[in-house]
């Protein structure tokens, strides 16, 4: 029986994959005080790219899943290639989360931690809930979103409260030019993490009310991409230019919060939010890597569990610290890797999706002709 979700908790996990740790750092940093512009720009791309591609995806096969698609419309072989393309992908994408949340932990929170036993925490966290299936996986999103919020709007209220916020910081727009802005924004921005949307072609099939998926996917969408532009707007106005130069300078930013003497040190409440975006960032991508393996060699899900997992613990080994894993990143994976599986093969799909439909109403439309009789 294909377990199924709901739209409110296809909704929160949408959120929550999208916010996931990207609103505590500053995107886009190379646009400077424009860096919310670049995102906002990025995001209605994104947003372009959700509307007229990757939805209309699932919606003409709503019942299967991008393993499944990719094996119906491309063939058995190259399907096969492509699945197995994917899966890789998702791996990676949680190898880059794993990392940087041990790296980050160890830097800001547990200094005497071995990394190993931070990565491998959140892995075993990760493949638990990934065990007790996708149901529960997201209903635990639905129950934790909220609460992240919480604190995110109590943090922001602090920063206005303790005179911090300084909107002239934002000013003057275009400084530079209309170029640093775009080139901030394409395809780096729309590469993450905006353009990380593909991974609910593995999803969707699973909502309930099938029909709510759009709606309950794009208003989130929308939500969450404007919340980014918010943070990435309150970093600038309380840090200034400076804010790239900063690891994670929205922790920088709340830990210079002092409110009546004894309201201060904000560390620990980031730290959840840096946790809990992380968390579900890279747990999404691991149960989408488990499901993509376990539809694509057919087989159950908790036999790749261990192996997948063990994948993502090697990959993210390989990187020598965090700042070689970072500017990997920017060098190579947003600006060529990540639009291939975010772009490029999601266009691709969609137009052979389109050519085989026209094909198969054309050959139906020519069996219902009545007989020609002389």
Known sequence: MQEKISAGQLASIVILFQIGSSSLFLLASEAKHDA??????????GMGMLIFVTMPIQNRAPHLDLMEMLNRYFGKYLGFTLGLAYIVYFIYKSVRNVREFGDLVILYLLPGT???IVMIVLLVVGAYAIIQGIEVFFRVGQLVLPWLL?????????????????????LPVFEHGWTPVWNAAVPEVISFPFGEMVVFLIFWKHV?????????????????????????????????????????????????????GFLERMDPFVSLLLFGGVFF???????????????????????????????????????????????????????YHFPIFQIVLPILLLLVMLVTHAFKRKRDDRGLEPPQHE
């Open 208 to 260: 309930a009310q099938f029909g709510d998926f759009k709606k309950f996917t794009l208003i989130p969408y929308i939500f969450s991409g404007l919340f980014i532009v918010l943070t990435n707007m309150l970093i600038l106005a309380v840090l200034g230019d400076l804010s790239g130069a900063y690891v994670i300078p929205f922790m920088f930013g709340t830990s210079l919060i002092q409110i009546g």
């Open 36 to 45: 919310w512009i670049s995102v906002a720009i990025a995001m209605i791309l």
């Open 281 to 335: 960032k890279q747990a999404t991508y691991y149960l989408a890597a488990v499901l993509a393996a376990a539809q694509l060699f057919r087989t159950k899900r908790h036999v790749v569990v261990v192996p997948v997992g063990a994948a993502i613990y090697v990959g993210a080994k390989m990187f020598k610290s965090y700042m070689e894993q970072i500017q990997f990143g920017f060098e190579h994976n947003l600006k």
């Open 150 to 170: 919480l604190i995110y709007i109590v943090l922001f209220g602090l920063l206005f409260v303790s005179g911090l916020v300084d909107l002239k910081r934002l």
């Open 114 to 116: 071995p990394l190993d």
